[in-house]
């Protein structure tokens, strides 16, 4: 294999993905815009146990635990034009990625991730140019051997169980460039390597057995236990690994068959002694960077108080790592800010994205149409089958899922809705694991999900193909999901 295709891995933004998801980003955007003047503006009256924060103030986004936000079921009413609500003009459509940046209630998250990725795009292209990237492949492929496809089904495993026990998803996006080398020295596809991170992440993220953002905010909303369930999520876990892991083992096979060059392990590995010590030297560093930074987010998201504060923990541990390593590896702080910069800039349309998502969810909430949605399918769920119901609630999650990705926000807004007035025949633990299910299988297949946005235009993957590659097996999770709750009404779980 040659040494131009072993370096044939950039960390960089395609413009056709960017191009496409931008289109489908603002189709979305103005569809949301003309929907706060067809729904009614509506909202609930919202309390926490902080006496001095009793209102009507609209569901702003927080994970603090403590305010234990509640909704007033009876309290329900459609606002007066003017009153208080803000269906805004077309003009302001195209402002509102801005207005979300400055003026939102995600204001503060938007601007982390952003800085996150910044800094990822900055660190990637000092580990490529220096030559550690390939070093820590190499190193890999000499482990593997022959052993990659059970390769596969460890690094589901691993993924699975970071993303369902301490929640992390976007964070993982740090291990693509290792899958996007690794997958190219075996002839497997930019695809394959982004669906590593995407699919297991995702599946890992929604089986949820102790996330803090989605079953552990979801159970303090509803006043229940994280524990409540966990035996059977635990068995859903290990079905959708299995599914999950014969997904991706589909995928590189696929790849090698319309490989036209085939691989040889043995003469990617094979370097002399100095250069196998060297290989060893890079790998060591990279591993270090990566274990010091997914350690500061497993450690900030198991403290509730710095929990909200983990991407800016790991971004500080990635430019501290970045700096020694690429000093090292480099040889000089000119050459390693030179780096930095190219990869801060291969990302830059990240900005864009993020932006423009985020602001799709400022219209809905300046509109005042979540509790009105919300509203409305309460009534409907009332003295009908437990069966027709649970289908219902996890269509009515996926319609907030598109306006509201994140998984925390939802929790605090939908839950305690659902759970002051439990629907007959389904029980607490029943809709909080619908919840699980609708929030989490949809971030990596709406488009208005910042994280597989992010992901496709790294991997230089266009929407259509993500979609187009991966539609059969979102449709096989959502059978399996929706048989789980079947079975799980049906056991009064």
């Known amino acids: 294999m040659s040494k131009e295709k072993e370096m044939d891995v950039k960390v960089k933004f395609g413009l056709k993905s960017f191009i496409?998801?931008?289109?489908?980003?603002?189709?979305?955007?103005?569809?949301?815009?003309?929907?706060?003047?067809?729904?009614?503006?509506?909202?609930y009256t919202i309390y926490t146990t902080d006496a001095s924060k009793i209102g009507e103030a609209f569901f702003e986004y927080t994970t603090d635990a403590s305010l234990n936000k509640q909704i007033v079921l009876d309290s329900f009413r459609q606002l007066a034009s003017g009153e208080n609500t803000?269906?805004?003009?077309?003009?302001?459509?195209?402002?509102?990625?801005?207005?979300?940046?400055f003026l939102g209630s995600n204001s503060s998250n938007m601007i982390m991730i952003i800085a996150l990725l910044l800094v990822l795009g900055g660190t990637f292209k000092v580990l490529e140019e220096s030559g550690g990237l390939v070093s820590l492949v190499r190193i890999i492929m000499l482990k593997l051997q022959s052993k990659r496809f059970v390769a596969i089904w460890v690094i589901t495993a691993v993924i699975m169980i970071l993303s369902a026990v301490f929640g992390l998803q976007e964070q993982l996006l740090i291990l693509y460039p290792v899958f996007a080398?690794?997958?190219?020295?075996?002839?497997?596809?930019?695809?394959?390597a982004i669906s590593f991170v995407l699919v297991a992440s995702g599946v890992?993220?929604?089986?949820?057995?102790?996330?803090?953002?989605?079953?552990?905010?979801?159970?303090?909303?509803?006043?229940?236990?994280?524990?409540?369930?966990?035996w059977?999520?635990?068995i859903i876990f290990v079905v959708m690994y299995v599914v999950t892991s014969l997904f991706l083992t589909f995928l590189a096979k696929r790849d090698e068959k319309k490989a036209t060059e085939k691989f040889d392990v043995k003469s990617f590995v094979t370097v002399s002694e100095q250069e196998h010590a060297d290989d060893l030297r890079k790998a060591k560093m990279i591993i270090a960077l990566f274990s010091i930074a997914l350690l500061s987010v497993i450690i900030t998201t198991s403290i509730a108080s710095l929990r909200s504060l983990a991407m800016v923990?790991?971004?500080?541990?990635?430019?501290?790592?970045?700096?020694?390593?690429?000093?090292?590896?480099?040889?000089?702080?000119?050459?390693?800010?030179?780096?930095?910069?190219?990869?801060?800039?291969?990302?830059?349309?990240?900005?864009?994205?993020?932006?423009?998502?985020?602001?799709?969810?400022?219209?809905?909430?300046?509109?005042n149409i979540l509790h009105t949605i919300f509203y409305y399918f309460y009534n409907s769920v009332n003295n009908i089958s437990p069966y027709f119901a649970v289908v219902l609630l996890y269509a009515f999650v996926l319609i907030i899922e598109f306006f509201i990705p994140s998984a925390s926000a939802k929790a605090v807004l939908i839950i305690p809705m659902l759970t002051l007035a439990p629907i007959e025949g389904i029980s607490i633990t029943v809709i909080i694991l619908t919840y699980l299910f609708a929030d989490g299988y949809t971030n990596v297949l709406y488009p208005t999900c910042g994280t597989l946005l992010v992901g496709l235009g790294l991997a230089d993957v266009s929407f259509a193909e993500w979609f187009k590659k991966t539609i059969l097996f979102q449709l096989l999770l959502l059978v399996l999901s929706l048989g789980f709750l079947m079975l799980?009404?049906?056991?009064g779980l």
Do not use: H
């Open 86 to 101: 803000t269906r805004l003009p077309f003009y302001r459509w195209l402002t509102a990625p801005f207005e979300a940046l």
């Open 20 to 43: 496409t998801v931008v289109i489908i980003l603002f189709v979305v955007l103005l569809t949301v815009g003309v929907l706060t003047f067809v729904i009614p503006a509506g909202r």
């Open 313 to 367: 923990f790991m971004a500080v541990a990635f430019i501290v790592g970045t700096v020694i390593i690429g000093r090292i590896l480099l040889g000089s702080y000119k050459q390693l800010g030179k780096s930095f910069v190219l990869g801060v800039k291969d990302v830059l349309p990240s900005v864009v994205i993020i932006m423009t998502a985020f602001g799709i969810t400022y219209i809905a909430q300046q509109g």
């Open 204 to 230: 890992g993220f929604t089986t949820a057995i102790t996330n803090p953002l989605t079953i552990g905010t979801a159970s303090i909303a509803a006043n229940v236990s994280v524990t409540d369930g966990m």
């Open 181 to 192: 080398m690794l997958c190219t020295a075996l002839n497997w596809s930019r695809f394959t």
């Open 232 to 234: 059977y999520r635990c």
């Open 488 to 491: 799980a009404v049906f056991i």
